[in-house]
C-alpha cells in the first residue's frame, strides 16, 4: 500500500483518502500531493535523523552527511514549489483582470436595459449568463487561493 501525508498535520495516510484521519482536512487532488507528500517524507526523515543522533543510535559524521542529503533535496522541492506558487499566482492575476472585464460587461448590460435599451428577456439572459461566469471565475480564484495557501505553508 503506498501512503501520503496530511498537507497540514503531516499525518500518514491512505494514497487515495480524501480527508485527514487526524485532523479532518480535504486532501489536495493531484498533482501538488505528490510535491506535498515529498516535503513532508523529507521533514520527518530530518527529524528521525536528530532523534538517532540523539539516542546516539547514528554517529555525528552519518548524521552530517545525510541531514546534507536531506536538506538538498528539499532545497530543491522548494524551488519547485516557489515555481508553482508563482504561476497561480500569475493565474490568478488573470482571472482578476477577467472577473474585472465581466463585472464591467454586467455593469453596462444593467445600464442599457435601465434606459430601455434592452427587452427584459434579453436583458435577463445576458445578466444570468454573466452571473454565472463571474461565480465560476470567483470559484477558481479561491481554489487557487487555497492551493497557495497550501504551497506557502511548504515553504516555512
Ligand atoms: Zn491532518
Avoid at 37 to 55: D, M, S
Avoid at 126 to 146: A, F, P, T, V, W
Amino acid at each position: 500500500m503506498s501512503w501520503k501525508y496530511c498537507w497540514r498535520c503531516g499525518a500518514q495516510l491512505s494514497v487515495n483518502a480524501i480527508f485527514c484521519i487526524r485532523c479532518g482536512v480535504k486532501q489536495p487532488s493531484l498533482p501538488d500531493e505528490e510535491l506535498i507528500a515529498e516535503v513532508y517524507k523529507i521533514k520527518e526523515q530530518l527529524e528521525k535523523l536528530r532523534e538517532n543522533l540523539v539516542r546516539g543510535i547514528i554517529s555525528e559524521k552519518s548524521y552530517e552527511k545525510i541531514k546534507v542529503e536531506l536538506e538538498d533535496k528539499l532545497n530543491r522541492l522548494r524551488e519547485k514549489i516557489k515555481e508553482k506558487i508563482k504561476s497561480i499566482k500569475e493565474a490568478a492575476q488573470e482571472l482578476m483582470r477577467k472577473k474585472e472585464e465581466l463585472n464591467d460587461e454586467l455593469e453596462l448590460v444593467k445600464a442599457r436595459f435601465s434606459i430601455g435599451d434592452l427587452a427584459l428577456q434579453q436583458y435577463n439572459t445576458i445578466r444570468l449568463k454573466l452571473e454565472k461566469d463571474i461565480e465560476e471565475i470567483s470559484k477558481h480564484i479561491e481554489r487557487g487561493k487555497l492551493k497557495l495557501e497550501r504551497l506557502e505553508k511548504l515553504l516555512q
